[in-house]
């Protein structure tokens, strides 16, 4: 019997396909109700639905009480990235209040579009950059509900991510540094040391903010950089303006062993776009990102005739391709290459050429 009650309880049992099912419903107290709910599994059995996860829990509370802590152990890059973009992710007009069961991938496009669309301050819109920054924390979101059984899909796998225009050639030319240099006094001092160590190691912001006391060896002149991308650390060997550098301020730091930190929190630095912008306007420098000084550092080693391997491993790469973006012939490199190939024209050897015959043909 397909349906049967045992003590309080109604059960269900049938075979499909040569394989048994049987268990109790709990939820069903009249036999209608019971055989409505073994209909139900039935259906089930024969979607390939039966036994996977419903993906009936909230979204935003599992990400507040499971992905977030997770995410703050196992990231090195959660303070510095998703720490605030969370409460955003969540916020967003086309995922609050959704279970996982309701958003689909066109939820997901939407979200997309929503941020695309949104303006920031001064009619500025999101770089395509950041919002699939977004839309790979919020893959990743999907992907660790999977893995604990929340979920059995992932919509973010059907929704493209956006085209990024990433080929910026900026980097800092050699008057730009020693104005940029000078300017970085006063309410600007803290930046010194942060930007030689940017411009002479390539170290990312983040990479920077978390560098630690334990991971400079000034014994064998290294810096093992605590790589937010990989997770894994790379080493770079110090040149003299980084060492000097590091042990002018090695007695003068103090909270927790971190390197650059913010004397108004004793804590790490988490930002320094205001200081830094303030400090190019002084210097007279447009166009300028932070990020530009790790361009300038990749720029200067492919100038110096470095390999892309070379670069690669100096920069923490493991991508072939972003080496390459860091390897541009830039102006300096082309004038040389142009400069190689001149034409001799020393008129105390030239020569008459002799006049080109033609032929006509009768």
Known sequence: MPVHKRGDRWHYAFCIRGVRYRGALPEARTKVQAQKAETKIRQEVYDGRYGRPTGETSFEKFVEGVYGPWARENKRSFENNEKYKLPMICESKSLKGKTFAQISPLLIEKFKK?????????GRTRKPST?????????????????????????????SLL????????????????????????PREHLLPLVVLAIGTGMRRGDLFNLTWEKVDFQRGLIYVPNSKTGRDYSVPMNEDVRSTLRQIRGTVR?????????DTVKPYTDVKTAFGTACQLAGIENLHWHDLRHTFGTRLAEAGCSEATIADLMGHSDPQTTRRYTHATDRAKRAAVEAVRVCHNPATKQERPPMKVAVNA
């Open 255 to 263: 909270g927790g062993g971190y390197l650059f930190i913010n004397p």
């Open 114 to 122: 929503e941020r695309r669309e949104s303006e920031l301050e001064k």
């Open 163 to 186: 085209p990024e225009n990433n080929k910026r050639v900026r980097y800092l030319l050699d008057d730009e540094e020693q104005r940029l240099l000078l300017a970085l006094t006063g």
């Open 131 to 159: 919002i699939n920054r977004e839309l790979q924390i919020l893959s990743k979101i999907f992907s660790l509900a999977i893995r604990y059984g929340v979920t059995d899909k992932n919509p973010c796998a059907e929704v």
